[in-house]
């Protein structure tokens, strides 16, 4: 498959025709891309009451593949009742990601039990029965409650809430395997866990650092911006071990001119090692303040700590930054000099960054490198974590986390009069241990794909199979679906953001809460994920309860209790009404004052890891996503930017196929720390160094171990000690 020269471009234009078609037709497309609602894929932010395809600075058309193939899944006809006769679970297992999500929408409770050894059809009232009566036979503490990013802040306010009243805090969410990290990261840096910038913010930027991730695939629109800032003469610097195509060359398609000609995006691209960004992140602190760039006055000012990294970055020797990093000296000092000349530097990053044992750590290297230049606590400059989910940042602010912030916990009491439970609640990868243990008999998902996300995939499998009962909310088939199925299994149909009955509110990666207006339903059988929960909170709890859940079907009487809760968010009890849509008070941080005790930034010291070693046949592998999904979701096998045809691949360089003694025309078998995979194809890949190798997530997750953060409890999926051998 020869690899595309530009990301986006013609072929995004053909793939929407094609799509479009998918969809019933590009009107029909047209009005439901249209639709007041936010967008249902990645958190950069568009729709809602701007109207579809427009971002936060009410530009129009802003639209990309991912929200497209998000939008056109949600439009796929229902699955058939004689669907669940013939695809057994041992069946589903046969199909691909990719085919799991193109089954068609769900439409019917589903019941699976060992006994069953199928998907039965249930009725919604024997759902609750079933469900309710688990709850009340189990302790509270014997279950755990696990959030998808997708969902509204409604219905993770309300489900956090039941949980908790039920009597439990395993209460956690998908960003514990992906964010956790910059959230944890910046709180120690900032004070607050979010970006520090608005969207707008990048219009004043002359420069902007991508590190550890590919935006051109996961948050296409972000090109735009980025193209902007290079016709503005400004820079864009990419840290990551893969060239990846998007972010060299990028074709706007809603730009004429980048559509005809392309657009260069990286000014400056470094490839470290994998593993090797604390180095390098360090290394070019080093320089700046060898070069005297540093903002002396700011840092004395307006941080804590600079004596101490003054000294670390002074003592830091060139041959072990050089060594972990992987980076030649003449690449660190370009990038310092660039970022020297920088007025207004934005730093953003993804996952290559926070799937580390040290992710916190390489999240407060880049706020120190951002603050010793004062770029943080001003206009045009700042700190941008690139989120995931589009709401995943929403669901973290309203309480779906195993701890609630004190104020939350305090007014939640309060405000219903009740008193919370104050043990320790369990966080994503704990409930997965207490899970396979038998601690945890009950698990409910809010969306998302738990086991598809999971590390360590074949523990996953078994930790879910222990447990009672297992209650998934969905609007299609994953793989979670098909591999893990406890003893009971309940599926349950939910309707997608833009088919609620009700409005509901999402919030952006810059910290912007935005309208739904929700819309007509396509399909005859799925329920709002509100309604679901308040009827179980209901079954369960019932009158007895402090809450009336019956009213809690309402969205406006959810915001209500939001906006008495949730400091910051007290503007969302009328923004159905208002259709306001607003900035959280406290987020963006345009002053040199930081939501933090003394009101002062921190500076950290880090020891340096070392690179993992490649000597006996090893080789450093990170999962990777391709163009063609978004998280665990698989939309296309191909990834067209990286010219790969199949998922079942190893991307590795020619000169390791050689190291080797690898031959391409036989497949291999990689093995990493948790399992093994055989029947892989080698795919030569130069655009990754020597050494380094990726494989695509969630397939590869069979690989990675159990290793985790110390600090954010995230999995190492981007650093994996690999051995490959020929089949
Ligand atoms: S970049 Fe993200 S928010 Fe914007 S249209 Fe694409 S998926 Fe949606």
């Known amino acids: 498959m020869k690899k595309v020269r530009t990301g986006g471009g013609w072929p995004a234009v053909a793939y929407t025709f094609r799509k479009a078609k998918e969809a019933g037709g590009l009107l029909k497309l047209w009005h439901a891309m249209r639709s007041k609602n936010a967008c249902k894929t990645c958190a950069l932010g568009m729709g809602g009451q701007r109207g579809g395809m427009v971002n936060e600075l009410g530009h129009f058309p802003e639209v990309c593949k991912k929200?497209?193939?998000?939008?056109?899944?949600?439009?796929?006809?229902?699955?058939?009742?004689?669907?669940?006769?013939?695809?057994?679970?041992?069946?589903?297992?046969?199909?691909?990601?990719?085919?799991?999500?193109?089954?068609?929408?769900?439409?019917?409770?589903?019941?699976?039990?060992?006994?069953?050894?199928?998907?039965?059809?249930?009725?919604?009232?024997?759902?609750?029965?079933?469900?309710?009566?688990?709850?009340?036979?189990?302790?509270?503490?014997?279950?755990?409650w696990y959030f998808s990013g997708r969902s509204s802040n409604e219905a993770g306010f309300l489900l956090?809430?039941?949980?908790?009243?039920?009597?439990?805090?395993?209460?956690?969410?998908?960003?514990?395997?992906?964010?956790?990290?910059?959230?944890?990261?910046?709180?120690s840096v900032t004070g607050s866990g979010t970006a520090t910038i608005l969207l707008e913010d990048l219009d004043h930027a002359d420069l902007v650092f991508v590190i550890g991730g590919n935006p051109a695939s996961n948050h296409p629109r972000l090109m735009r911006t980025l193209m902007q800032v290079r016709r503005r003469g400004g820079e864009v610097i990419v840290i990551n071990p893969i060239v990846e195509t998007g972010l060299v060359n990028f074709s706007v398609p809603s730009d004429p001119q980048s559509l005809l000609f392309g657009s260069k995006i990286a000014s400056l691209y470094v490839q470290p090692h994998i593993g090797g960004d604390l180095a390098l992140l360090t290394g070019i602190a080093k320089r700046i303040v060898e070069l005297g760039h540093h903002d002396l006055p700011f840092l004395e000012s307006a941080c804590n700590g600079w004596p101490e990294l003054s000294t670390q970055l002074e003592e830091a020797s060139w041959e072990e930054i050089i060594e972990k990093s992987g980076v030649p000296k003449e690449q660190i000092d370009a990038l310092a000099e660039k970022y020297a000349q920088s007025k207004n530097a934005v730093f953003s990053w993804t996952m290559g960054i926070t799937h580390h044992v040290h992710g916190v750590q390489n999240v407060q290297a880049i706020g120190n490198l951002a603050l010793l230049r004062g770029m943080v606590g001003r206009p045009g400059a700042g700190l941008m974590p690139i989120r995931g989910h589009s709401n995943v940042q929403g669901i973290g602010s309203v309480g779906v986390t195993p701890k609630l912030k004190d104020a939350i916990f305090d007014r939640l009491q309060d405000h219903f009069g009740v008193s919370l439970p104050t043990t320790t609640g369990l966080d994503t990868m704990e409930c997965m241990e207490d899970a396979a243990s038998g601690k945890l008999k009950f698990g409910f998902c809010l969306g998302g794909n738990l086991y598809g996300s999971n590390p360590d995939a074949k523990f996953a499998e078994r930790a879910l199979k222990n447990l009672d009962m297992l209650v998934y909310l969905n609007t299609t088939l994953n793989t979670g679906h098909a591999f893990a199925l406890a003893r009971e299994t309940i599926i349950l149909p939910v309707l997608a953001r833009d088919e609620e009955p009700q409005p509901t509110t999402q919030e952006s990666m810059f910290n912007l809460i935005r309208l739904s207006d929700g819309g007509p339903q396509r399909l005859e059988g799925p329920r709002s994920e509100v309604e679901v929960i308040a009827k179980i909170a209901d079954y369960t709890l019932g009158d007895d309860s402090p809450v009336d859940w019956k009213s809690m079907h309402d969205t406006g009487r959810i915001r209500e209790a939001i906006a008495a809760i949730v400091p910051g968010f007290e503007k969302i009890a009328t923004i159905a009404d208002t259709k306001e849509e607003f900035q959280i008070d406290g987020r963006t941080i345009h002053e040199p004052r930081f939501p933090t005790p003394d009101g002062r930034a921190q500076l950290h010291c880090h020891t340096l890891p070392k690179l993992a070693s490649t000597e006996d046949r090893k080789l450093r592998l990170m999962t990777i996503r391709s163009e063609g999904q978004f998280n665990t979701v698989v939309y296309e096998e191909i990834d067209l930017y990286r010219g790969v045809p199949r998922r079942d691949v190893v991307l590795i360089h020619p000169d390791d196929i050689k190291r080797l003694g690898l031959d391409l025309s036989s497949t291999v078998t990689v093995s990493g720390p948790a399992g093994t995979l055989s029947g892989i194809t080698l795919h030569p890949f130069k655009e990754i160094r020597p050494g380094n190798t990726a494989m695509y997530f969630p397939?590869?997750?069979?690989?990675?171990?159990?290793?985790?953060?110390?600090?954010?409890?995230?999995?190492?999926?981007?650093?994996?000690?690999v051995t490959i051998e020929a089949d």
């Not at 956090?160 to 709180?187: D, E, I, K, P, W």
Request: charged share 20%.
């Open 160 to 187: 956090q809430m039941f949980a908790r009243l039920y009597g439990t805090n395993n209460v956690n969410n998908c960003s514990y395997y992906c964010h956790q990290a910059s959230g944890v990261g910046l709180t």
């Open 699 to 721: 397939e590869a997750n069979v690989l990675v171990s159990r290793q985790l953060d110390p600090v954010s409890k995230t999995p190492a999926f981007k650093s994996v000690l």
């Open 67 to 144: 929200s497209l193939q998000a939008m056109v899944a949600d439009m796929q006809g229902a699955i058939s009742p004689e669907f669940w006769n013939q695809y057994t679970p041992e069946k589903l297992q046969r199909l691909s990601p990719r085919e799991l999500e193109n089954c068609g929408r769900l439409t019917q409770p589903l019941l699976y039990t060992p006994q069953l050894q199928r998907f039965q059809p249930i009725s919604w009232d024997e759902v609750y029965k079933r469900i309710s009566q688990k709850l009340r036979e189990l302790a509270a503490d014997e279950t755990f």
